[in-house]
């Protein structure tokens, strides 16, 4: 599945995404996750990560990310995990709700 974002407004990026729905593997993922989900749950208590119809259109604001294993690797292929598109406006996320990118390249946001 492909997601092409096409928004012009401050604080939110345009990306191209290749998208492949797989689990997240607790044993794998989980050193990472956990805080990041403890993090990304407490930003949006204080009201820094959320959706609010006045701000960017209504669309969500604030992923927060983490770097996976191995460091500190190459740039484009360094693996990280994401808070999923649009789920900063849920009161908390589960690994259900991360990502990992594993290729990406700033020339090309």
């Known amino acids: 599945m492909e997601e092409i974002h ?12 290749h998208h492949r ?16 989900i403890s993090w990304r749950n407490r930003l949006h ?3 820094l990560v ?3 119809p006045k701000r960017y259109a209504g669309v969500g604001f604030g992923n927060l990310s983490g770097r996976l294993p191995p460091f500190p690797g190459l740039p484009g292929v360094r693996p990280f995990l994401i808070t999923g598109t649009q789920t ?22």
């Open 6 to 17: 096409e928004l012009h407004e401050e604080g939110v990026i345009r990306f191209r995404a």
């Open 21 to 36: 729905p797989v689990p997240l593997d607790p044993q794998v993922h989980g050193a990472v996750a956990q805080p990041l």
């Open 45 to 47: 208590e204080a009201g």
């Open 50 to 52: 959320g959706c609010d």
């Open 88 to 109: 900063s406006g849920r009161p908390s996320v589960n690994l259900c709700d991360l990502c990992v990118v594993n290729r990406y390249d700033p020339k090309y946001n």
